[in-house]
């Protein structure tokens, strides 16, 4: 409820709302500067003088945790490339399936399937905050996972339903949406892996490219490139009219519940290009994230448009799902335009919550990449209350 009150509190007050954005843009470049200090400081000591280098903290993780931390901000890109291009960071993946099997043995949050005539998705919750999907075409009983990254909660999803796994569709290579494709497609010899030749995904053997169809029975599946987050990011788009019901966006870490991923191996131009992508698909399309992160990002919402209404009436339901460990997932595309600040760019009162643009004077403002590019900065130092 605090975020609720933070939101109330700020409401009205444009002069000290924009005052508290630009605490946080001046705390993150003092703590920028501090750390090149630091740096600069450990170069310069003598050898005797060094610390031994610490070892990752198990607690540490490449996943962005609640209360908005930023574990990857503690090793920066050097662990980045370690993580995607080296076999540590499958290790470490490992060690978070432990962790997280030990924490969370039914799953971090309770989900309920949808059902829409003979088609059924189910979400399934892996990781400290992650979801993998099963498709499942009934009548046929042929499914398509989407993310497997554990595949023991994956295939324990697959027995209970008793369908047969034909496809696996990867959003991107990173291990917490990858790491199951080798235990799943050896143990399922029919199973193929789809996902973008550009992005290393491990074990893929069907490579797609954007506006690809995936067929499996009654489903027809489109791939979308969505670079940014990594230089192949894909989603996927069920098609809703086989089974007359609504199309489903299957949005790996590009879109998230009022908030989108960050820009690993991108630009702002290219994220945008890729938002504006989902942007140009139907109101009721439904949203499967690859995260439970609707409270957090909510919380960031509020601190730049407080007087979103929209917002507000989406925190007090997600705030009551949490509390129950339900998970908030699908929301609708229709939804996020009305309270997702990053597919808000185009929106008058971000510009003004912002403050001035580029030019000192104020006077040319933002461009819509500049602007989202400026949200990603806060949204990476904001800590939910």
């Known amino acids: 409820m605090a975020a609720v009150v933070a939101a109330t509190a700020l409401k009205g007050r444009g002069a000290r709302n924009a005052r508290v954005l630009r605490g946080i843009l001046s705390g993150a470049t003092a703590n920028k500067a501090s750390q090149n200090r630091t740096r600069a400081l450990q170069s310069h000591s003598s050898p005797e003088c060094k610390e031994e280098p610490e070892s990752l903290s198990p607690e540490l993780e490449y996943i962005p945790r609640r209360r908005g931390r930023n574990p990857m901000k503690a090793v920066g890109l ?5 993580y995607t291009r080296t076999w540590l960071g499958y290790l470490f993946y490992r060690q978070q399936l432990r962790r997280a099997r030990n ?5 971090h949050s309770r989900t309920q399937p949808r059902l829409f005539n003979g088609v059924k998705v ?34 324990a999803s697959i027995e209970k339903e008793g369908v047969a796994l034909v496809a696996i569709l990867c959003t991107h290579k ?32 069907h490579p797609l490219c954007h506006q690809d169809v995936v067929s499996v029975g009654r489903l027809q599946i489109r791939a979308l490139a969505t670079p940014g987050h990594t230089q192949g990011h894909l989603v996927y788009l069920l098609d809703g009219e086989p089974y007359k019901g609504p199309s489903c966006l299957f949005s790996g870490d590009l879109l998230f519940l009022s908030g989108c991923g960050r820009t690993f191996e991108g630009t702002a131009e290219t994220m945008l290009s890729s938002l504006d992508t989902v942007l140009g698909l139907g109101d009721d399309t439904l949203l499967w994230p690859g995260h439970e992160y609707a409270e957090e990002n909510l919380g960031f919402a509020g601190v730049v448009e407080p007087e979103n209404l929209a917002r507000e009436r989406k925190m ?12 908030t997932c699908p929301s609708t595309l ?16 971000l510009q003004e919550a912002l403050g001035p643009g580029p ?18 900065r806060l949204k990476d130092v904001h800590k939910s209350k």
């Open 122 to 155: 189910l979400p399934i919750p892996v990781l400290s905050d992650n979801y993998s999907y099963l498709i499942i075409d009934i009548q046929a009983r042929l499914a398509v996972a989407v993310d497997p990254s554990d595949p023991q909660a994956v295939q």
């Open 174 to 205: 990173h291990w917490d949406h990858s790491g199951g494709n080798r235990d799943l497609s050896r143990r399922h010899q029919d199973c193929r892996v789809y996902g973008s030749p550009e992005d290393g995904i491990p074990y893929l053997t």
């Open 359 to 376: 030019d000192p004077a104020g006077d040319d403002g933002y461009s819509r990449a500049q602007l989202l590019e400026k949200l990603r």
């Open 334 to 349: 229709g939804e996020e335009r009305s309270y997702n600040p990053f597919l808000r760019t185009h929106c008058l009162v």
């Open 78 to 82: 050097a662990w980045y490339s370690l």
């Open 103 to 107: 924490r969370y043995p039914k799953g």
């Open 316 to 327: 007090q339901w997600v705030q009551r799902q949490r509390m129950e460990r339900k998970s």
